[in-house]
């Protein structure tokens, strides 16, 4: 009952919190910050959930299992985007070469691949966060 | 298929293992399929290298060049592929496939847990695979961002070994390193700073246009690099963490570290001093000298230090001292026949140390003894692997007909070409101490008696990954006839910039 006012807030707190960081992330190509910024900022959404509401929950709303998934493809996501350009026959990690329309300079989709590959490492980043949040939990214990 | 593979060569060699480390950790609890897939990686790796090298040599010293993103130079990352990238790539893979092979199996007494056996591997790959970027790159900052990967696999490799020495070890080796990745990364910046460029080639031109106006910011840049690849790559005054790093981590890993990671960290040294700076500026600022003679303290004090241990794995560390010596003393001859040693003999040392640390894994395995006078009779009880460890012996005292021979050789003849005695001394004296730090081991292992314990040679792979690199270290000193052209072409590329 004691952080009952710290929970409620939170509760209207951290949803904008997160998705913030996907706003940060995905608008990477054309605005400060990026995928690392943006990556940080959802991992601290739910190292804050787990700090307050107590870190059974945020393990139960993130199990190690996702975190090691969530790690690894993210990473290899950025590799299978950088693929693309192979595929269409111009070197690795193309971009406009390879194809893909670019849109009107400024807007949100005028990045190409790069919000895709932007999203992967901000997934990696994210996730990095709160394993290295829950292991230091962890070793405290 | 073939021709799209065929084009993106430079790129796959590096990327090949990356991938693959990527897919590793959520395979934990399939230990033989992370073990299988580290090893197909590796096997990759070399085949994509082996491949580059046809294609490079087919294009007569062209080198192939290749654009990322296909942003052209001045602004974009550029791998370059010439012999010097395809003969460091080549070593690098190379000596990965059976140091893996020999890891296969073979790491849940040193390491631990099918979890903490998989970030060893996915840490493997990761370190090969930016061994392989150091030696195609042509980017400062590329260069930066994989001595950062290198040297932070490296950390976490020498401390997979669940021993309290092992995360002192590591713990020393991550603050020294950090050290040498900040002068490193300082140094960038001050090129970056005075040529506006990061790629090498542009660089090195506008570095050779400009420098006579900023002399002070010049030679603060020089002493920037050198001194921190000097740390990450142990040259002598600057080593007092390799022992440690190298002696307490796990077998395989000790093999990687000191054949191949330290060989890195010198690979970019030289790139930085011939490809950015030119040998206009090292004259001028006497940098050559300045090599030599650490190179020939290296080699003396590394082989006087190796003298006096009394651990295995501990003698074979400070012996890797005494070898970058030489190869830093190549790298300061400033002609070609001490480059084309140095490339040589980078080669060979990287494939007879994996065989000597492997062989002494190998041993204390099986012993569960660490003390060179406590391994009496191990020839006989194994004698495959002390086999593995005298043929490596032979070739790194520099025996002829041995891997190491041709690399001192050359070495030798180029000190004399650059008319200086001293490095010959250093060179002679640093064989004849070789024998001296390693013949008592082989002495021991074959003409003291053994104890009446069951020591045996270790399991097939294991076997397999000593023969190969064995057979390697005969077969390359008795038909160095190809490996030694291209070490002479690679040599030839950087003494372009002299």
């Known amino acids: 009952m004691r952080d009952f006012i710290l929970k409620r807030a939170a509760a209207l707190i951290l949803p904008f919190i997160f998705v913030y960081g996907i706003y940060v992330i995905l608008h990477g190509a054309v605005s400060p910050g990026g995928s690392f910024a943006g990556g940080i900022i959802v991992g601290l959404s739910f190292v804050a959930f787990a700090t307050i509401y107590g870190i059974e929950k945020g393990k139960a709303k993130l199990p190690e299992q996702v975190l090691v998934w969530t790690e690894s493809y993210g990473t290899l996501w950025y590799g299978l985007m950088g693929m693309v350009g192979l595929g269409r026959g111009v070197p690795f990690l193309a971009n406009k070469l390879a194809g893909v329309d670019l849109g009107t300079p400024g807007t949100l989709a005028s990045g190409g691949l790069i919000p895709l590959i932007g999203l992967g490492v901000g997934i990696r980043v994210a996730s990095t966060i709160v394993t290295l949040f829950f292991t230091m939990m962890e070793e405290e214990s | ?498």
């Open chain 2, 1 to 498: 298929m073939t021709a799209l593979l065929r084009a993106n060569l430079p790129v796959l060699v590096v990327i090949a293992p990356l991938f693959i480390a990527f897919i590793l950790t959520p395979l934990a609890r399939r230990i033989r399929l992370v073990e299988t897939l580290a090893f197909l990686a590796t096997v990759l790796g070399l085949g994509a290298a082996g491949h580059l090298a046809t294609v490079v040599f087919a294009r007569r010293g062209s080198p192939f060049i290749y654009q990322l993103g296909g942003w052209p130079p001045p602004w974009g990352i550029e791998l370059v592929a010439g012999n010097l990238g395809v003969i460091f790539a080549l070593v690098v893979t190379g000596v990965s496939v059976p140091v893996v092979l020999f890891a296969r199996g073979n790491l849940t007494a040193e390491v631990g847990d099918t979890g903490r056996v998989t970030r060893f591997y996915v840490l493997y790959l990761l370190l090969v695979g930016a061994l392989a970027g150091m030696a195609v790159t042509n980017d400062l900052f590329n260069i930066y961002v994989l001595v950062e990967v290198v040297t932070l696999s490296c950390c976490g490799l020498v401390s997979a070994r669940r021993h309290p020495r092992a995360a002192e070890a590591a713990f020393t080796y991550l603050i020294l390193a950090t050290l040498g990745s900040a002068f490193v990364l300082g140094g960038i910046g001050l090129i970056y700073m005075l040529t506006g460029h990061l790629n090498m080639g542009f660089a090195g031109q506008e570095l050779g246009r400009v420098w006579p106006d900023y002399p002070h910011t010049v030679l603060l840049a020089v002493s920037f690099v050198i001194i921190g690849f000097g740390v990450k790559a142990a040259v002598f005054p600057l080593h007092v963490w390799l022992p440690d790093a190298h002696a307490t981590a796990p077998s395989p890993a000790s093999a990687i570290l000191s054949g191949l990671a330290v060989k890195g960290y010198l690979l970019c040294l030289l790139k930085f001093l011939y490809g950015v700076f030119g040998g206009v500026l090292l004259r001028e600022l006497a940098v050559h000298r300045i090599l030599t003679l650490l190179g020939v303290a290296g080699i003396i004090a590394g082989s006087l230090l190796a003298l006096t241990q009394e651990e295995l794995k501990r003698r074979l560390a400070y012996s890797t001292v005494a070898q970058v010596g030489y190869l830093v003393l190549g790298g300061g001859l400033l002609n070609a026949t001490g480059l084309t040693g140095a490339l040589f003999y980078l080669a060979s040392h990287a494939v007879i140390k994996a065989t000597l640390f492997l062989a002494a894994g190998a041993i204390q395995a099986a012993t569960g003894k660490s003390r060179i006078r406590e391994l009496a009779g191990v020839g006989r009880k194994m004698p495959l692997t002390m086999a593995a460890f005298t043929i490596g012996s032979c070739g790194l005292i520099g025996l002829p007909l041995f891997f190491g021979f041709i690399g001192k050789w050359y070495l030798l003849v180029g000190s004399l070409e650059a008319g200086m005695i001293l490095p010959v001394v250093a060179i002679l004296a640093g064989s004849v101490l070789c024998a001296a730090y390693l013949l008592p081991v082989i002495r021991t292992a074959y003409f003291r008696p053994a104890p009446a314990v069951a020591w045996r040679d270790p399991g097939r792979p294991q076997k397999l990954a000593l023969l190969l690199l064995a057979t390697a270290v005969v077969v390359l000193g008795v038909r160095p006839g190809p490996f030694l052209e291209l070490a002479r072409k690679a040599a030839a590329e950087l003494m372009a910039f002299v």
